[in-house]
């Protein structure tokens, strides 16, 4: 049977108090008053309060124990991680324009939660503003306005081409705020994204004229290193950890950073097949989370400027800049950066900016002076600030005012002894070997404690020592804020602005004492390896920084075959990962952080010949009619919205929020555990019309199924619906009424489906029409 833990003892203040009151008549007959005013009265309630503040210390030591027991099994508990983000920065010193450097490690923050920089960058005081071309169908009127327009100018400009290959377009401003993702490849007229690099207004300001401002920017730009920061949309199409590889998204394509190439002086030849020219100055693949490319400018002035003799109705049309409305913002234009990819494929953007950087929230802790070294085996210190973020700490040991660094280690098993010994199975007068680490330390970065060795396996720090630890340390799910809360910095220089125009992902809190119970039996068993099936459920159960809702582990499935079923794929396991909290589990927004956080937890932990495809499931649309008749004197509506939330959970692919994921589910043998059937809906298991029915009936209420109706997003209603590799059921629609099932064509609605524009013969922009 299992072992309970229970308090010591549970009394509370009061029932201390009335406890002692009660004792009175029995002990002291006389004392009769025993109201507050009365000083014993007082006693006994100093005397209570304290022995409650005694009790809760004593229920504690249970707690201290258990979590000795896991230190003891060596079962670590997971600690926390830290929050990722990315920030841009704004280079608004006054003054004459310069560029501000700044190093890594530069503190931001967000209120009282600090973050700081990962790597390095050059501040460019200019500003950008990025757009896109959307392709619009405008009314008749318009269109033959524009193509009488443009009629003469394509017949001597450009190659002659009839009037309905143009194709029209709206300049439109991509969303600075990451509020609405963008797929270069089928939103887009040319499948770019145009970066407006821009003027500050005080500069245009304080030149004499726009051209001296622009020459003196340009001077000021070339050979510089501009960083553009990019975040990727969401994307299910899922990570696959190849063999001994990273993990990478699948179908990634390249994106091509692209500047103009100008021909002498900025004029364009007076031939009727002018176009603009492109030379691509960096490169780089779809990221799969938001990351920051570094762009080299030219290092010449006249290649980061503009065409000189465009005519007003060629701007904008082919593969010139977008056509910009705004004649303020035009004016500020100093060059354009074309992002364009390298193949027809989807590539959804979420934000793009400039002057940005990768931001991780951590603290650093310098110089911490840690209790001396008692030359004793098996010494312990602990730090200041818990939780450590783990590979950060650096240790110094002093002994006689000679400084030395200690290194980590993973098992001071395996550490060497202080005392260097010959091997007695090698061979007389062999040196004593030298590459085994001694001076070494473990750290348990959840509690946030130093361990040493015991003098046969690693080095005690020795009596008198001195130690000093450096290192960072974060706060867990409090760095998880929203975009926009980074907003100040105490090292930045004067002038420097900075926000983060997304918010941070991946911050969690160390796992507590009783998570890590729940996973003991599991911990012995993997060892934190993944090699069988129970392995990857367990590990990926623990990913930290993301609810995992629901794990199915298929061994021997590559998702991209076909037939696809286990076993086809040896060397190959499919994680199917589900999150617990999502509004609408069929769409995602913003970089997939989920299925990025699943795919680097288990990266360094799976075996290097297995290939592992990180996926969310395929979900399958489908839409429900019921018709029933309801026992009298139940209320129909009460009965209509029962009948839809069983029907609900019946076709949930999320277990309920009951049932621990962390037991054994029910093997094909009919071993233990939690039943399949309880952790969502099964893989591979057709959704059958008359099963459905079955679910209604059960409901309290309802007389008599009259017949359910279930389909897919077309066609005829179906008996049954198949299942496939990872498809599961999604309920699109119900409807649920009293009498015959209502008809599925009145509850569904199907459109048109959605193609990828093609690129096109001649880009018109078109001016939007505004009531003045």
């Known amino acids: 049977m299992p072992l309970t833990l229970p308090n010591i003892d549970?009394?509370?203040?009061?029932?201390?108090?009335?406890?002692?009151?009660?004792?009175?008549?029995?002990?002291?007959?006389?004392?009769?008053?025993?109201?507050k005013a009365d000083p014993g009265v007082t006693l006994l309630e100093l005397f209570s309060f304290l022995t409650e503040s005694l009790l809760y210390r004593a229920n504690q030591i249970p707690e201290r124990n258990r979590l000795k027991f896991l230190q003891l099994l060596g079962v670590p508990l997971q600690p926390a991680s830290s929050a990722k983000g990315l920030v841009a920065f704004r280079n608004e010193r006054g003054g004459p324009p310069q560029t501000l450097t700044l190093?890594?490690?530069?503190?931001?923050?967000?209120?009282?939660?600090?973050?700081?920089?990962?790597?390095?960058?050059?501040?460019?005081?200019?500003?950008?503003?990025?757009?896109?071309?959307?392709?619009?169908?405008?009314?008749?009127?318009?269109?033959?306005?524009?193509?009488?327009?443009?009629?003469?100018?394509?017949?001597?400009?450009?190659?002659?081409?009839?009037p309905g290959e143009l194709q029209f377009y709206e300049t439109t401003p991509f969303s600075p705020r990451g509020t609405e993702p963008l797929d270069l490849n089928t939103q887009t007229l040319d499948r770019a994204l145009w970066v407006a690099l821009l003027l500050r207004p005080a500069d245009l300001k304080s030149s004499p004229?726009?051209?001296?401002?622009?020459?003196?920017?340009?001077?000021?730009?070339?050979?510089?290193?501009?960083?553009?920061?990019?975040?990727?949309?969401?994307?299910?199409?899922?990570?696959?950890?190849?063999?001994?590889?990273?993990?990478?998204?699948?179908g990634s394509a390249v994106l091509q950073?692209?500047?103009?190439?100008?021909?002498?002086?900025?004029?364009?030849?007076?031939?009727?097949?002018?176009?603009?020219?492109?030379?691509?100055?960096?490169?780089?693949?779809?990221?799969?989370?938001?990351?920051?490319?570094?762009?080299?400018?030219?290092?010449?002035?006249?290649?980061?400027?503009?065409?000189?003799?465009?005519?007003?109705?060629?701007?904008?049309?082919?593969?010139?800049?977008?056509?910009?409305?705004?004649?303020?913002l035009d004016n500020r234009v100093i060059t354009w950066l074309r992002i364009t990819s390298s193949a027809p494929v989807s590539v959804k953007l979420l934000w793009a900016g400039i002057n940005a950087a990768p931001v991780t929230q951590r603290e650093h802790v310098t110089g911490e002076l840690l209790p001396q070294g008692t030359g004793e085996p098996d010494q312990v210190v602990k730090l200041a600030r818990a939780p450590v973020l783990?590979?950060?700490?650096?240790?110094?040991?002093?002994?006689k005012d000679t400084s030395e660094p200690w290194s980590q280690i993973d098992d001071l098993m395996s550490a060497g002894p202080e005392v260097a010994v010959p091997d007695p199975r090698l061979p007389p007068k062999t040196p004593a070997s030298t590459n085994t680490r001694v001076k070494v330390f473990r750290l348990d970065a959840e509690a946030g404690e130093l361990r040493f060795g015991d003098g046969a396996h690693g080095a005690r720090p020795p009596l008198g020592a001195t130690l000093r630890a450096e290192?960072?340390?974060?706060?867990?799910?409090?760095?998880?804020?929203?975009?926009?809360?980074?907003?100040?910095?105490?090292?930045?220089?004067?002038?420097?602005?900075?926000?983060?125009?997304?918010?941070?992902?991946?911050?969690?809190?160390?796992?507590?004492?009783?998570?890590?119970?729940?996973?003991?039996?599991?911990?012995?068993?993997?060892?934190?390896?993944?090699?069988?099936?129970q392995d990857f459920e367990a590990l990926t159960l623990r990913t930290p920084?993301?609810?995992?809702?629901?794990?199915?582990?298929?061994?021997?499935?590559?998702?991209?075959?076909?037939?696809?079923?286990?076993?086809?794929?040896?060397?190959?396991?499919?994680?199917?990962?589900?999150?617990?909290?999502?509004?609408?589990?069929?769409?995602?927004?913003?970089?997939?952080?989920?299925?990025?956080?699943?795919?680097?937890?288990?990266?360094?932990?799976?075996?290097?010949?297995?290939?592992?495809?990180v996926r969310r499931p395929q979900y399958k649309p489908l839409w429900v009619t019921v018709g029933l008749e309801v026992v009298a004197g139940m209320s129909q509506a009460v009965v209509r919205e029962a009948v839809k939330a069983a029907l609900t959970a019946f076709l949930s692919p999320l277990p309920p929020k009951d049932v621990d994921l962390l037991e054994p589910t029910v093997s094909l043998a009919g071993a233990p555990g939690t039943p399949r059937r309880q952790r969502g809906w099964p893989l591979r298991k057709a959704v059958v019309s008359l099963e459905l029915a079955a679910v209604a009936g059960r409901v309290e209420g309802v007389a008599l199924v009259r017949g359910v109706g279930l389909g897919l997003a077309t066609g005829a209603a179906q008996d049954q619906v198949p299942m496939t590799a990872l498809q599961l059921p999604r309920l699109a629609g119900i409807s649920v009424a009293v009498g015959d099932p209502p008809s599925l064509d009145e509850l569904r609605g199907t459109g048109p489906v959605a193609t990828g524009a093609q690129r096109p013969f001649v880009s018109v922009p078109v001016v939007p029409e505004e009531c003045r």
């Open 209 to 250: 004229t726009r051209k001296d401002a622009l020459k003196q920017i340009r001077e000021l730009l070339k050979g510089q290193v501009l960083t553009v920061g990019l975040a990727p949309a969401g994307d299910t199409g899922g990570r696959e950890l190849v063999p001994n590889g990273q993990a990478r998204p699948e």
């Open 10 to 35: 549970d009394r509370k203040y009061q029932q201390l108090l009335d406890e002692a009151l009660s004792r009175i008549p029995v002990h002291n007959p006389e004392w009769t008053n025993f109201n």
């Open 471 to 533: 290192y960072d340390h974060g706060v867990g799910s409090a760095g998880n804020v929203g975009s926009g809360m980074v907003t100040s910095g105490p090292a930045l220089p004067p002038g420097i602005q900075v926000e983060n125009p997304l918010p941070t992902w991946g911050g969690a809190d160390a796992e507590d004492v009783k998570q890590g119970e729940r996973s003991i039996a599991r911990y012995l068993q993997h060892r934190d390896r993944l090699v069988t099936a």
């Open 545 to 613: 920084g993301v609810a995992v809702g629901r794990v199915e582990v298929l061994p021997a499935f590559h998702p991209a075959l076909s037939p696809n079923e286990p076993g086809d794929a040896p060397g190959a396991v499919t994680v199917m990962a589900i999150p617990r909290f999502e509004p609408d589990p069929a769409q995602t927004q913003g970089a997939d952080a989920f299925l990025d956080a699943v795919a680097c937890w288990l990266a360094p932990r799976r075996l290097v010949t297995t290939e592992i495809f």
């Open 257 to 328: 950073f692209q500047i103009p190439r100008l021909p002498p002086g900025g004029m364009l030849p007076d031939t009727a097949d002018r176009n603009a020219s492109w030379r691509t100055l960096a490169t780089a693949e779809v990221p799969a989370e938001p990351v920051v490319v570094d762009v080299p400018l030219p290092s010449s002035e006249d290649e980061l400027g503009q065409w000189s003799n465009l005519d007003p109705l060629e701007a904008g049309t082919r593969d010139f800049p977008p056509s910009l409305d705004d004649e303020e």
């Open 390 to 399: 783990p590979g950060t700490v650096r240790l110094t040991v002093t002994v």
């Open 103 to 162: 190093t890594d490690g530069v503190e931001v923050r967000a209120g009282n939660v600090p973050f700081r920089t990962e790597r390095g960058l050059d501040v460019l005081p200019v500003q950008a503003a990025v757009f896109y071309k959307r392709s619009v169908a405008p009314e008749k009127r318009v269109k033959e306005y524009y193509q009488e327009l443009y009629a003469s100018f394509t017949a001597t400009t450009l190659p002659p081409a009839p």
